[in-house]
């Protein structure tokens, strides 16, 4: 199964989707720990291998 414009095979989008969501998940619940945080006013996208956070 191939996925996009590149070709990608759907183990190679899936292994990234799912590692970038792992992630993701792992930067919201470590936010949510902590008391003094607000979590709903930050935003957490993926660029790339990049984690990128922003305060709204």
């Given at each position: 199964?191939?996925?996009?414009?590149?070709?990608?095979?759907?183990?190679?989008c899936?292994?990234?989707?799912?590692?970038?969501?792992?992630?993701?998940a792992?930067?919201?619940?470590?936010?949510?720990?902590?008391?003094?945080?607000?979590?709903?006013?930050?935003?957490?996208?993926?660029?790339?291998?990049?984690?990128?956070?922003?305060?709204?």
């Open positions: 199964m191939k996925f996009g414009s590149d070709d990608a095979s759907h183990e190679e899936c292994l990234q989707g799912h590692s970038s969501a792992s992630t993701i792992m930067i919201k619940a470590a936010l949510s720990a902590a008391q003094d945080i607000n979590i709903s006013a930050i935003e957490i996208r993926m660029l790339g291998p990049v984690v990128r956070s922003k305060a709204t």
